[in-house]
Every structure is written in structure tokens, then in C-alpha cells.
């Protein structure tokens, strides 16, 4: 194993031109932490001396360690190992560019749910209020430094571009100053000379990407055309804040956030005037999409939601438009109820995934409450755990929860098992939309990133997000929920 000073290297987490994140473990205790190590980049190195890349190092350290915010990083500790500088920070094993399915060639992403988009914003814009409080400029915010903690909050993080109010640095000309796309256009041509503007313009961008999947940018249509959940209420919230003149952008995160507050609440409320009409009198006609056509099988419930259907032309249909309850129609094969090891190269098309490693395809379900804590679904006649962990938990210790339920008989049974990905698929659904909003939650819906049973290698497993309905792995160290399952004999 290798290891900085006293701690062991247990994986790579990421790396820029200022240095590298490494995951490690502390000594006798194991906890699990992130280390970021100075290691500039070649070019960088070149244009920069050592001295003042130390300096800049250890300023970034000391403006996080200043900050007490609950949606800000923190800092644990700080040293030297050989000739090379490192500090520690609290260890989350995910990220919102995870969450959106980024990757380096920004290209289109997930979209995220409109609730959970305004609630990660809304963090977002207190921890710049603090920042800004402080007079500190971020100059980075981006997806992929808002990091998502085991409670489904986010902590801002990675202050090696941050500038503090009257700061001066001495900076070579082809150094960019902020990541493309995101960097508000007065940063990348005066990166020294910005404000708390800057920041609130790349808040913009993330906001219109979770709700769009696209970069406004290489969109170019309003945000209302690009999701139909969306009003020209929310074309003109960013139109501000993507203001090419810092002067007609929100002036302090405040503002921002309560004018955001302001559209949910009006979301919410044509969301609740919606759910309030029968759906006979919302719309006059049913059809069945496209795509459940071609493949013959309805789609799942919303994400494991309870569901209303009802009679039209002889038929049994889902609230939504979709078939439901058609299990003496389609016969559903058996479920991988096996554990495999499925390397990333195969992953996509083993469990029959999109580029966004999303469902090609949703499976029927009918899902029906069994006792006070479990839930059947009478198509797959698979039996599901209705909560789970009431924490997250690495995927050794998912092992040992399972292996507790069945010595205990958890609700008469002795076979719970960790869920295959497959298994997993059968509750995944796609983005509620319109009615869908509507559904009742059949699942707890604390829950949201599930462990399987499936690796990817020796040190990573699969696991499943229900929230979105996406496939990923990760390190099995890292702390997810359980929700296990059996097959009723």
C-alpha cells in the first residue's frame, strides 16, 4: 500500500492543475478522509514558482479552515510530506457532476428532479452567502466542486482559484482562471478583478444544466422549452442571472435564493392545482409512448410510487399514460437474483443502459404495500424492504445488515439478500413529469443511493441511484443505503 506520510493511498479521487485528490485511511481508526496533495501540472510548474505554488497551496487551506458553514468543506488537517504540502478534508463519496453524469467533454447530462434541483441551488447559494460574507470570491463553482454528503446536502469545495476581497496576485497570462462554460465572461477576461457576481453567474449555469441537461451555452433555447415542468417564469430567472453584464445579474446570493424560493413556491402550487382535477379532466385521450410499444413492457412506477389507474376503452391504464397492472398480458421473465462481477466496459449494455446509464427500457411493476414494512410487487414477485439502513453504510457493512435481518427473521423470512442491479431496475423509473408529480411515494423515500450485490472489481460495486434511476460504482468504502429483497416461497 502506498501512503503520504502516515496515511494509506486507497484510490485516486481526482486531479488538476494544482494537485491531486487521493481518498486514504487513517492509522488504527481506518477512517476515511480525502488528501489533497501540491503536485502542479507540468505546465503549470513551468510559469509558477515553487514558492509562491506553496504559498497559494497553503492560502487555499486557510481560507476553507476559516469558513464554518454547513454547506462549505472543512478542513482537518494540514502538513507536509518530504517536499510536497498536503491538507485533509471530510471524505464524501460523490459529487454533483457524479449525480449529473458529467464527464470531461461536456456533453449533455441527467436531468435532476425540479425539488431536488432547487433544494442542492438553494445550499449552493447559502454557502456563497457566507463565502461573499467573508469576502471571498469563489471563482469556480461548477458541479463537480459541490460535493453531496452521506445526508444528501452539499459542501462547497476546492478554494485554489478563490480570491479574497483586495487581494492582488501576480499571475501568468495563459493561466485560465475558472472551468469553461461555467467562468462568467468578465472572469475570463479580467479573472483578478471580479466580483460575487461571477459566482452567481456560474450558479446559473449549474441551475439550468440540472433542470435542462444541457449547458446554456450550447443550448441557446429557454429553459421552458427545454423542460416541460418549467414556465417562462423561470426563462426570465435566468435570463438575470446569466446576464452577460455583472450589473443586471442578482446582486448577492440572497437575492438569488429568495427569488428562487419564489419560483418553487409557484411551481409548487401549479403542481398542487394540477394533482387537485381528475386526470379524465386534465386530458381527453390516453397513448401509450413510443418506446413501450416497441418493446412490448410498460414502465416502472415512478420510482416505486403507489399509483391510481383507471377504465378507458377496456383498458387498465397508469395515471401517467402508461400501461399498468398488465401482468396477465406479459409475462415477466425471471429476475438476476445471482451476483456477477461486471467490469465498467460491459456494464452498459449487461443491464441495458443508456449513454446516461439510465434504463434503455422500463419493466411493469405492481407494486402493493405487504404488513407495515414491506412491499410486493406481484409482477416480479420480488418482496422489498419498504426503508432500509436508516443510514448510509459501506458495502461491507450492507453485508453484515443482511446478514442481522435474516438471523432475526426481519418479517417471518430468513432469505433477504442485497438486490442485483437488475433486481434494483425493476423499481427504477423515468423523470416525473406533469401527473407524475402527482403519485403518492410507495418507498421511503430517504433511501436514494442503493448498494447491489454486483462488484465491478475487487475494491468497487454497483449501485443504484432510485432518486434518478441511474447505474454507477463506486469504491466499496464509500456509504450508501440498503434496501434488500427476497423472493416469497
Not at 495563459?174 to 468578465?186: C, D, F, L, Q, W
Request: charged share 25%; proline share 5%; aromatic share 10%.
Amino acid at each position: 500500500m502506498k501512503k503520504i506520510g502516515r496515511f494509506t493511498i486507497t484510490g485516486l479521487l481526482g486531479k488538476g492543475g494544482m494537485g491531486r485528490v487521493y481518498k486514504i485511511a487513517y492509522p488504527v481508526t481506518g477512517k476515511i478522509a480525502a488528501l489533497k496533495l501540491l503536485a502542479p501540472s507540468s505546465l503549470l510548474a513551468s510559469l509558477t514558482p515553487q514558492n509562491e505554488l506553496e504559498d497559494l497551496f497553503t492560502k487555499e487551506a486557510i481560507t476553507m479552515a476559516a469558513i464554518r458553514h454547513p454547506h462549505v468543506v472543512d478542513i482537518l488537517d494540514f502538513g507536509r510530506t518530504g517536499d510536497r504540502l498536503y491538507y485533509i478534508m471530510d471524505f464524501f463519496c460523490n459529487n454533483l457532476g457524479t449525480l449529473m453524469g458529467e464527464s470531461f467533454e461536456e456533453d449533455d447530462t441527467r436531468v435532476v428532479p425540479i425539488k431536488k434541483t432547487v433544494a442542492y441551488t438553494t445550499q449552493i447559494l447559502k454557502g456563497l452567502v457566507c463565502l461573499h460574507f467573508s469576502g471571498i470570491v469563489h471563482r469556480d463553482i461548477k458541479p463537480a466542486n459541490m460535493l453531496i454528503t452521506d445526508l444528501d446536502t452539499i459542501k462547497i469545495c476546492d478554494f485554489g482559484l478563490s480570491l479574497q476581497q483586495g487581494e492582488w496576485r501576480k499571475r501568468h497570462g495563459s493561466i485560465r482562471v475558472g472551468s469553461p462554460y461555467y467562468a462568467a465572461p468578465e472572469q475570463e477576461a479580467d479573472p483578478d478583478n471580479v466580483d460575487v457576481t461571477a459566482d452567481l453567474y456560474a450558479v446559473g449555469v449549474v441551475l439550468y444544466k440540472m433542470l435542462t441537461g444541457r449547458l446554456p451555452q450550447k443550448s441557446c433555447s429557454p429553459s421552458s422549452q427545454m423542460n416541460p415542468d418549467l414556465d417562462t417564469s423561470w426563462d426570465r430567472f435566468f435570463a438575470r442571472a446569466l446576464d452577460p453584464d455583472p450589473a443586471g445579474r442578482f446582486q448577492g446570493a440572497d437575492i438569488m435564493c429568495r427569488d428562487l424560493a419564489d419560483l418553487f413556491r409557484a411551481w409548487e402550487a401549479k403542481k398542487e392545482q394540477i394533482c387537485s382535477l381528475p386526470p379524465e379532466l386534465e386530458q381527453e385521450t390516453v397513448h401509450l409512448p413510443e418506446k413501450a410499444q416497441q418493446s412490448g413492457r410498460g414502465q416502472a412506477a415512478s420510482g416505486g410510487r403507489k399509483t391510481d389507474s383507471w377504465e378507458k376503452n377496456g383498458k387498465k391504464i397508469h395515471e401517467n399514460g402508461l400501461w399498468h397492472g398488465v401482468s396477465d398480458t406479459i409475462r415477466q421473465l425471471p429476475v438476476r437474483a445471482v451476483p456477477l462481477k461486471i467490469p465498467m466496459k460491459q456494464a452498459r449494455d449487461f443491464f441495458d443502459l443508456d449513454r446516461f446509464m439510465q434504463p434503455r427500457r422500463y419493466g411493469a411493476n405492481d407494486f402493493v404495500l405487504s404488513g407495515e414494512s414491506l412491499v410486493h410487487d406481484r409482477h416480479t414477485d420480488l418482496l422489498w424492504q419498504q426503508a432500509g439502513t436508516w443510514f448510509p453504510v459501506t458495502w461491507f457493512q450492507a453485508k453484515t445488515y443482511v446478514e442481522g435481518l435474516n438471523t432475526h427473521l426481519f418479517e417471518g423470512y430468513n432469505t433477504w439478500r442485497l438486490p442485483t442491479i437488475h433486481e434494483l431496475l425493476t423499481l427504477a423509473a423515468p423523470l416525473a413529469k406533469g401527473r407524475d408529480h402527482c403519485m403518492s411515494p410507495m418507498f421511503d423515500g430517504e433511501q436514494k443511493w442503493l448498494w447491489s450485490a454486483d462488484k465491478s472489481t475487487f475494491v468497487s460495486a454497483w449501485y443504484l441511484n432510485l432518486e434518478m434511476g441511474f447505474v454507477g460504482r463506486n469504491d466499496v468504502t464509500s456509504f450508501y443505503h440498503v434496501k434488500v429483497v427476497c423472493s416469497p416461497v
